[in-house]
């Protein structure tokens, strides 16, 4: 089976508020927020981390599940929210932008 | 060549108030459909021989007249009155009665004029304008007096159904001279505060003048006349910077007071107050 | 506003967070319009470095909607530059500008760096009309051209309208460009006064006439019946609310570092070239003090009919000399729209002032002050 490597797209505009992301879609401006586990999943999502390392790392040990079903539920909530255009989908790590500012300032409001 | 300034269309209308009619001459249609609106229930109908009329022709003009933030300016030079506020500039000679008014487009300003000219022409008369509701029950009129916020126009929503409402925020008043001489009547304007509501077109004799107080419980308390007075004078309408007349004014408040009983309304803000006038 | 973003609001009004800022970055403009509230020369405008790291400060507090104005925002050369760091820290980026200066080129980097919407002030369909307004022959041309530009990015466009005499009768001609245009078009019924609190420009504004004329176009207010009803009496928790997001979750920083509640509130609350933006956001004096007020605690406004829906700007109330008192202009779009006077103006009127003239403030206002740029504040 092929890993997954999910991106934050970088069209979207985005802030931590109160722990839980607003994320405004670049394609029509929508605006969503993220739960805590997919807030997890959006600040994590550097492009080069595969989903199972974010997964296993992340999220079973903060929430205490089983690795295969949460595997199976970030895959799902990875692919709905890039069908939002949030998140970009690829089974090739993506190439590296110059997103430094991306990753140490997502918007934790501290 | 058409003809230009002299076929320019003369719309006039007449507002009564006070038994007063005044006539307003304006060549802009709509700002004659605004004053037909503004004073509906006070409108003379034209051709009204009857009583002498006095007369302003309205010229809608620029913006600003004088200091935009002094008080109203209102003196008389040989024979001819000057108004002059932020928002309007008017002339007018009692002998003729015809005078002048520049403003812009607006109902607020024209309003002001009529009602400095009322205060005129009553104060030779011993009446006045004073902030005040008024409202006739019984066939006999009774005044509310307070600055903003004291209940003028609380106390106006609150009348009963057998109450006519003359007016919120300005009331008429004027000495009678017919059967009842030596009392007050009050008359119904079109000069409204906040109750957006025209007052009646009609009249009674004053039956008392009550100083408004919101307070637990409703009840009346006449006051002695020198504080009357005061309190009345400091709720006359009157500008004018004329020695004459403002001595005239001192005398109809003194004259108002020994003659119609004043009072201290407190009241609770609810219908049960109109219970205690009647 | 969808109720998600509503929801949002609430929750930043809670926590206390300033959801959307401001930044002018210059005063200077490639445009004069006759009515423009500011001062064009420059003063000692923010740097780069110093741009650059205010939005690193604003995106740890929390800002998420960022709206860039002036002046022109395309004149400051290092404007692509500051667009692609706040793009970088994921604001939404709302951009305000004559567009004059935007052709294909700056329209397709735009659209590349993801900007959420441009709003372009539009005077006039005619063009004599609008050049006499900007005072720049030509501009009207320039502005739509670059409207079409930016639409063909497919980004989303507003024509931003001021009702004035000049432009009074004009303005159904801007919505049918607009819709012409396939964009949205707003009309602001009110003309600001100058920061210093010059009034001089309000000359220039709607009088009574054209407002109730606007007031009663359905094509702009719907419902004429329901937007020119009186209102209801408040009830007891009207007058518990806010005056409106200034100081709550919105502000505003000049291109000098001075930190207001609103670009129509210049009360200087603190300057980022010497403290933190959180540190003024959350700690200032006088922010504080603007935070703490509520309907209730405004001098003439609770006793009036207007109370619980009248649009009236704190800052146009500072304007006028008193942040808890009335703001006249507002009073006359009341009296506009209902025909019923305001608490302030039966004030006026009693006292033999025209009803509708606003305080002249400007005794109490304090000037725009620059501070020399502190070096260290960046450290």
Known sequence: MSRLYVARNPRVAARSLDGEMMIMSGRDSTLFTLNKTATILWQSADGTTPLDEIVEHRIVSEFQVEAAEALQDAETLARELASHEILQISEEPFPQRNNAAGESRSGESR | MPQLATDVARLSLVIETGGMPVRVNTTDHAFLALLQDRYAGFLSPSGNEEQAEIEFDVDLGPSRFADPNAVVSVAQHQGRWKLERGDFRAEWEPASRRGWIRQTANPYSIDAVLRIVHTLVLARQGGFLAHSASAIRNGKAFLFAGVSEAGKTTISRLAPPDATLLTDEISYVRKDVGKHAGGYIAYGTPFTGELAKLGENVSAPIAALYLLAKGTENRIDPLPQAEAARSLLANLLFFAQDEELVQAMFHSAFEFVSRVPVARLTFVPDARVWELIR | ?379
């Open chain 3, 1 to 379: 506003m969808s109720a998600l973003m509503q929801e949002m609001s609430a929750k930043a009004l809670k926590l206390n967070i300033p959801l959307s800022v401001q930044i002018d970055l210059t005063y200077r403009c490639n445009e004069r319009c006759v009515h423009c509230y500011l001062d064009h020369h420059d003063h000692g405008e923010m740097t780069t470095a110093e741009i650059t790291h205010l939005l690193d400060e604003m995106a740890d507090a929390g800002v998420f909607i960022l709206t860039l104005s002036g002046g022109e925002i395309f004149l400051r050369k290092d404007f692509f530059e500051l667009l692609e760091h706040a793009r970088r820290l994921m604001f939404c980026v709302k951009l305000k500008t004559n567009a004059v200066l935007i052709r294909e080129r700056e329209a397709a980097r735009l659209r590349d760096l993801g900007v959420d919407s441009i709003q372009i002030s539009i005077y006039s369909h005619r063009a004599e009309v609008h050049d006499a307004i900007t005072l720049i022959p030509g501009s009207l041309k320039r502005s739509l051209d670059a409207i079409r530009f930016l639409k063909s990015q497919g980004l989303k466009v507003t024509i931003a309208n001021v009702l004035m005499t000049q432009n009074a009768q004009d303005y159904p001609g801007v919505r049918a460009l607009a819709a012409e245009l396939g964009v949205e078009c707003t009309l602001d019924p009110t003309v600001t006064p100058m920061m210093d609190g010059d009034r001089g420009v309000l000359n220039l504004g709607a009088d009574q006439n054209m407002l109730r004329q606007v007031f009663r176009d359905t094509s702009l207010v719907g419902d004429v019946e329901e937007f020119c009803a009186i209102p209801a009496k408040p009830g007891e928790d009207d007058l518990d609310a806010t005056p409106c997001s200034a100081g709550h979750t919105a502000c505003y920083v000049s291109p000098y570092g001075e930190v207001f509640p609103c670009v129509q509130f210049p009360l200087p609350t603190g300057n980022v070239r010497q403290q933190r933006f959180v540190d003024i956001w959350r700690h200032s004096e006088q922010m504080n003090d603007v935070r703490s007020i509520r309907l209730k605690d405004l001098t003439t406004c609770p006793s009036c009919t207007h109370v619980s829906n009248c649009t009236r700007c704190p800052g146009l109330a500072y304007l006028e000399g008193n942040m808890r008192g009335p703001s006249s202009q507002d009073c006359g779009k009341s009296y506009a729209r209902t025909g019923v006077p305001s608490a302030n103006m039966l004030a006026k009127e009693r006292a033999g002032i025209n009803p509708l003239q606003g305080n002249s403030g400007s005794a109490s206002l304090v000037q725009i002050r620059v501070l020399p740029v502190v070096t260290s504040a960046t450290a």
